[in-house]
Protein backbone atom coordinates (compact mmCIF):
# COMPACT_ATOMS: atom_id res chain seq x y z
CA UNK A 1 0.00 0.00 0.00
CA UNK A 2 3.13 2.49 0.90
CA UNK A 3 4.58 1.33 -2.35
CA UNK A 4 1.37 2.58 -4.53
CA UNK A 5 0.93 6.07 -2.46
CA UNK A 6 4.57 6.66 -2.84
CA UNK A 7 4.39 5.99 -6.94
CA UNK A 8 0.89 7.58 -6.64
CA UNK A 9 1.89 10.82 -5.22
CA UNK A 10 5.34 10.67 -7.76
CA UNK A 11 3.31 11.42 -10.81
CA UNK A 12 2.46 14.66 -9.38
CA UNK A 13 5.84 15.50 -9.20
CA UNK A 14 5.82 14.25 -13.00
CA UNK A 15 2.38 16.42 -14.08
CA UNK A 16 4.49 19.69 -12.10
CA UNK A 17 7.37 19.21 -14.26
CA UNK A 18 5.07 20.17 -17.01
CA UNK A 19 4.08 23.49 -15.33
CA UNK A 20 6.75 25.53 -16.90
CA UNK A 21 6.32 24.20 -21.16
CA UNK A 22 2.46 24.46 -20.29
CA UNK A 23 2.79 27.91 -18.46
CA UNK A 24 5.32 29.46 -21.25
CA UNK A 25 2.57 27.80 -23.85
CA UNK A 26 -0.11 29.56 -22.62
CA UNK A 27 0.37 32.81 -23.45
CA UNK A 28 0.70 36.25 -21.46
CA UNK A 29 -2.36 35.89 -19.42
CA UNK A 30 -2.09 37.80 -15.41
CA UNK A 31 -1.08 34.63 -13.05
CA UNK A 32 -4.34 35.00 -10.95
CA UNK A 33 -6.76 34.59 -13.83
CA UNK A 34 -4.71 31.70 -14.78
CA UNK A 35 -4.82 30.88 -11.79
CA UNK A 36 -8.52 31.01 -11.35
CA UNK A 37 -9.04 29.01 -15.02
CA UNK A 38 -6.77 26.55 -14.18
CA UNK A 39 -8.12 25.59 -10.88
CA UNK A 40 -11.89 25.53 -11.90
CA UNK A 41 -10.91 23.37 -14.71
CA UNK A 42 -8.91 21.18 -12.02
CA UNK A 43 -11.95 20.76 -9.94
CA UNK A 44 -14.33 19.60 -12.55
CA UNK A 45 -13.02 15.89 -12.97
CA UNK A 46 -14.00 15.90 -9.13
CA UNK A 47 -17.25 17.50 -9.81
CA UNK A 48 -18.28 15.09 -12.33
CA UNK A 49 -17.54 12.22 -10.41
CA UNK A 50 -19.46 13.49 -7.30
CA UNK A 51 -22.36 14.36 -9.42
CA UNK A 52 -22.23 10.74 -10.87
CA UNK A 53 -22.00 9.59 -7.22
CA UNK A 54 -24.17 11.70 -5.18
CA UNK A 55 -23.43 9.76 -2.09
CA UNK A 56 -19.98 11.19 -1.51
CA UNK A 57 -21.11 14.93 -1.31
CA UNK A 58 -21.10 13.86 2.22
CA UNK A 59 -17.15 13.21 2.13
CA UNK A 60 -17.25 17.44 1.65
CA UNK A 61 -18.19 17.76 5.03
CA UNK A 62 -15.05 18.13 6.66
CA UNK A 63 -14.04 20.12 10.05
CA UNK A 64 -13.17 23.18 9.77
CA UNK A 65 -9.47 22.45 10.50
CA UNK A 66 -9.58 20.42 6.74
CA UNK A 67 -10.87 23.28 4.77
CA UNK A 68 -8.45 26.04 6.51
CA UNK A 69 -5.07 24.01 5.75
CA UNK A 70 -6.47 22.76 2.35
CA UNK A 71 -7.56 26.29 0.59
CA UNK A 72 -4.67 27.48 2.63
CA UNK A 73 -1.89 25.07 1.10
CA UNK A 74 -3.57 25.64 -2.37
CA UNK A 75 -4.22 29.02 -2.59
CA UNK A 76 -1.65 30.61 0.12
CA UNK A 77 0.89 29.37 -1.90
CA UNK A 78 0.30 30.50 -5.10
CA UNK A 79 -0.53 33.75 -3.61
CA UNK A 80 2.32 33.68 -2.03
CA UNK A 81 4.79 32.67 -5.36
CA UNK A 82 3.06 35.21 -7.71
CA UNK A 83 3.63 37.66 -4.81
CA UNK A 84 7.71 36.62 -4.46
CA UNK A 85 7.78 37.07 -8.45
CA UNK A 86 6.38 40.25 -8.59
CA UNK A 87 8.34 41.67 -5.72
CA UNK A 88 12.15 39.49 -6.51
CA UNK A 89 14.00 38.66 -9.39
CA UNK A 90 12.68 34.84 -10.31
CA UNK A 91 15.50 33.03 -10.32
CA UNK A 92 16.08 33.68 -6.43
CA UNK A 93 12.28 33.75 -5.65
CA UNK A 94 12.03 30.04 -6.92
CA UNK A 95 15.28 28.60 -5.22
CA UNK A 96 13.92 29.76 -2.00
CA UNK A 97 10.25 28.88 -2.70
CA UNK A 98 11.58 25.41 -3.61
CA UNK A 99 13.38 25.02 -0.26
CA UNK A 100 9.44 22.90 0.19
CA UNK A 101 10.96 19.32 -0.64
CA UNK A 102 13.64 19.82 2.23
CA UNK A 103 11.43 21.09 5.09
CA UNK A 104 9.10 18.11 4.14
CA UNK A 105 12.00 15.74 4.61
CA UNK A 106 13.07 17.49 7.88
CA UNK A 107 9.86 17.87 9.01
CA UNK A 108 8.24 14.76 8.87
CA UNK A 109 10.37 13.73 11.78
CA UNK A 110 7.47 15.03 13.78
CA UNK A 111 4.79 13.21 12.26
CA UNK A 112 3.98 9.40 14.09
CA UNK A 113 5.43 6.48 12.89
CA UNK A 114 8.06 8.69 11.16
CA UNK A 115 11.52 8.37 11.64
CA UNK A 116 13.72 11.10 9.89
CA UNK A 117 17.23 9.09 8.78
CA UNK A 118 20.47 10.24 7.47
CA UNK A 119 19.54 9.06 4.25
CA UNK A 120 16.48 10.98 3.76
CA UNK A 121 18.29 14.16 4.68
CA UNK A 122 21.31 13.78 2.59
CA UNK A 123 18.69 12.88 -0.72
CA UNK A 124 17.14 15.69 0.22
CA UNK A 125 20.27 18.09 0.20
CA UNK A 126 21.51 16.79 -3.01
CA UNK A 127 18.40 17.68 -4.67
CA UNK A 128 18.31 20.87 -3.40
CA UNK A 129 22.27 21.55 -4.81
CA UNK A 130 20.81 20.02 -8.07
CA UNK A 131 17.98 22.27 -8.19
CA UNK A 132 20.94 25.28 -7.16
CA UNK A 133 22.58 24.26 -10.83
CA UNK A 134 19.21 24.81 -12.58
CA UNK A 135 17.95 27.71 -11.48
CA UNK A 136 20.97 29.32 -10.65
CA UNK A 137 21.96 29.31 -14.88
CA UNK A 138 22.54 32.90 -14.51
CA UNK A 139 23.96 33.64 -11.54
CA UNK A 140 22.86 34.16 -8.01
CA UNK A 141 22.63 37.84 -6.18
CA UNK A 142 20.61 38.04 -3.35
CA UNK A 143 19.96 42.17 -2.88
CA UNK A 144 18.41 43.72 0.30
CA UNK A 145 15.97 45.74 -1.98
CA UNK A 146 13.99 42.55 -2.74
CA UNK A 147 13.26 41.44 1.21
CA UNK A 148 9.40 41.89 0.72
CA UNK A 149 9.87 39.25 -2.84
CA UNK A 150 12.33 36.89 -0.73
CA UNK A 151 10.19 37.21 2.23
CA UNK A 152 7.20 36.04 0.44
CA UNK A 153 9.33 33.30 -0.88
CA UNK A 154 10.18 31.63 2.05
CA UNK A 155 6.47 31.61 3.25
CA UNK A 156 5.39 30.14 0.30
CA UNK A 157 7.83 27.52 1.14
CA UNK A 158 6.87 27.15 4.65
CA UNK A 159 3.08 26.89 3.30
CA UNK A 160 3.33 24.08 0.82
CA UNK A 161 5.81 21.90 2.99
CA UNK A 162 3.15 23.13 6.03
CA UNK A 163 0.22 22.03 4.16
CA UNK A 164 1.71 18.52 2.72
CA UNK A 165 2.67 17.41 6.31
CA UNK A 166 -0.40 18.63 7.75
CA UNK A 167 -3.11 16.36 5.41
CA UNK A 168 -0.98 13.35 6.53
CA UNK A 169 -2.66 14.03 9.87
CA UNK A 170 -6.04 14.15 7.43
CA UNK A 171 -5.37 10.41 6.20
CA UNK A 172 -9.09 9.04 6.35
CA UNK A 173 -10.09 12.65 4.82
CA UNK A 174 -11.47 11.25 1.35
CA UNK A 175 -9.29 12.76 -1.77
CA UNK A 176 -12.40 13.92 -3.14
CA UNK A 177 -12.25 17.13 -0.77
CA UNK A 178 -8.95 18.34 -2.81
CA UNK A 179 -11.81 18.96 -5.44
CA UNK A 180 -13.57 21.54 -2.69
CA UNK A 181 -9.88 22.73 -2.63
CA UNK A 182 -9.37 23.72 -5.52
CA UNK A 183 -12.89 25.03 -6.66
CA UNK A 184 -12.22 27.36 -3.33
CA UNK A 185 -9.02 28.07 -4.83
CA UNK A 186 -10.20 29.29 -8.33
CA UNK A 187 -12.67 31.51 -6.66
CA UNK A 188 -10.22 33.37 -4.58
CA UNK A 189 -8.07 34.10 -7.81
CA UNK A 190 -10.64 35.27 -9.67
CA UNK A 191 -11.01 38.25 -6.76
CA UNK A 192 -7.58 38.29 -6.66
CA UNK A 193 -7.62 39.13 -10.42
CA UNK A 194 -10.19 41.57 -10.68
CA UNK A 195 -9.05 43.39 -7.73
CA UNK A 196 -5.00 43.57 -9.37
CA UNK A 197 -4.83 42.50 -12.80
CA UNK A 198 -6.36 43.44 -16.42
CA UNK A 199 -8.07 40.66 -17.89
CA UNK A 200 -5.75 39.58 -21.16
CA UNK A 201 -7.80 36.56 -23.06
CA UNK A 202 -5.44 33.87 -24.73
CA UNK A 203 -5.00 34.54 -28.83
CA UNK A 204 -5.74 31.31 -30.30
CA UNK A 205 -6.97 27.62 -29.91
CA UNK A 206 -3.19 26.49 -29.16
CA UNK A 207 -3.39 28.55 -25.95
CA UNK A 208 -6.31 27.51 -24.77
CA UNK A 209 -5.02 24.58 -25.51
CA UNK A 210 -2.03 24.65 -23.16
CA UNK A 211 -4.58 26.29 -20.47
CA UNK A 212 -6.87 23.19 -20.87
CA UNK A 213 -3.35 21.03 -19.88
CA UNK A 214 -2.71 22.82 -17.28
CA UNK A 215 -5.65 22.85 -15.70
CA UNK A 216 -6.19 18.91 -16.27
CA UNK A 217 -2.94 18.04 -15.05
CA UNK A 218 -0.68 20.40 -12.89
CA UNK A 219 -3.19 22.30 -11.97
CA UNK A 220 -5.72 19.57 -12.02
CA UNK A 221 -5.10 16.22 -11.40
CA UNK A 222 -1.85 16.36 -9.87
CA UNK A 223 -2.92 17.88 -6.78
CA UNK A 224 -5.19 14.59 -6.39
CA UNK A 225 -2.41 12.68 -6.81
CA UNK A 226 -0.01 14.23 -4.32
CA UNK A 227 -2.95 14.35 -1.59
CA UNK A 228 -3.28 10.52 -1.97
CA UNK A 229 0.14 10.21 -1.89
CA UNK A 230 1.47 12.26 1.06
CA UNK A 231 -1.62 10.01 2.85
CA UNK A 232 -0.32 6.59 1.91
CA UNK A 233 2.70 6.53 0.49
CA UNK A 234 6.37 7.46 1.89
CA UNK A 235 6.31 10.90 2.24
CA UNK A 236 10.21 11.82 3.14
CA UNK A 237 10.75 9.38 -0.39
CA UNK A 238 8.34 11.95 -1.58
CA UNK A 239 9.97 14.88 -0.63
CA UNK A 240 13.04 14.17 -1.93
CA UNK A 241 11.99 13.11 -5.32
CA UNK A 242 10.28 16.33 -5.73
CA UNK A 243 13.54 17.78 -6.55
CA UNK A 244 13.11 15.91 -9.91
CA UNK A 245 10.03 18.43 -10.80
CA UNK A 246 12.29 21.54 -11.49
CA UNK A 247 15.05 18.90 -13.43
CA UNK A 248 12.13 17.45 -15.69
CA UNK A 249 11.00 20.36 -16.54
CA UNK A 250 14.47 21.85 -17.80
CA UNK A 251 14.92 18.39 -19.98
CA UNK A 252 11.45 19.18 -21.33
CA UNK A 253 11.81 22.44 -21.96
CA UNK A 254 15.43 21.29 -23.84
CA UNK A 255 13.45 18.89 -25.81
CA UNK A 256 11.31 21.10 -27.07
CA UNK A 257 13.92 23.47 -27.99
CA UNK A 258 13.02 26.45 -25.43
CA UNK A 259 16.91 25.91 -23.68
CA UNK A 260 20.11 24.49 -24.42
CA UNK A 261 21.47 21.24 -22.90
CA UNK A 262 24.62 21.71 -21.08
CA UNK A 263 26.92 20.18 -18.25
CA UNK A 264 25.58 22.20 -15.84
CA UNK A 265 21.98 20.21 -16.05
CA UNK A 266 24.16 16.83 -16.58
CA UNK A 267 25.26 17.73 -12.72
CA UNK A 268 21.73 18.52 -11.55
CA UNK A 269 20.64 15.04 -13.37
CA UNK A 270 23.41 13.34 -10.97
CA UNK A 271 22.27 15.38 -7.94
CA UNK A 272 18.77 14.99 -8.20
CA UNK A 273 18.60 11.34 -9.55
CA UNK A 274 21.05 10.30 -6.81
CA UNK A 275 19.69 12.16 -4.15
CA UNK A 276 16.23 10.55 -4.75
CA UNK A 277 17.52 7.20 -5.03
CA UNK A 278 19.51 7.70 -1.46
CA UNK A 279 16.14 9.11 0.24
CA UNK A 280 14.53 6.13 -1.11
CA UNK A 281 17.08 3.40 -0.10
CA UNK A 282 15.20 1.65 2.13
CA UNK A 283 12.21 1.12 0.09
CA UNK A 284 14.17 0.30 -2.99
CA UNK A 285 16.31 -2.56 -0.67
CA UNK A 286 13.33 -3.88 0.53
CA UNK A 287 12.50 -7.02 0.75
CA UNK A 288 9.23 -9.38 0.81
CA UNK A 289 8.48 -11.07 4.29
CA UNK A 290 9.36 -14.57 3.37
CA UNK A 291 6.07 -16.39 3.00
CA UNK A 292 5.79 -19.43 6.48
CA UNK A 293 6.47 -22.74 5.45
CA UNK A 294 3.28 -24.90 5.10
CA UNK A 295 2.81 -27.31 7.73
Not at 66 to 93: K, M, Q, S
Not at 98 to 109: D, K, Q, R
Not at 149 to 169: D, E, I, V
Request: glycine share 10%; net charge positive; proline share 5%.
Amino acid sequence: MKIKGTLIGFTAILMWSLLALMTAASGTMPPFQLSAITFAIGSLPGLVLLAARPGRLKLLRQPAKVWLTGIGGLFGYHFLYFTALRNAPAVEAGLIAYLWPLLIVVGSALLPGERLRWHHLAGALAGLAGTVAIVSRTGLSFDGAYLVGYGAAFLCAFTWSGYSLLTRRFEAVSTDVVTGFCLATSILSLLCHLALEQTVWPAGAAEWIAILGLGLMPVGAAFYAWDYGVKAGDIQILGAASYAAPLLSTLILVLFGFAEPSLRIALACLLITGGAALAAKDMIRRRPVAEAPAE
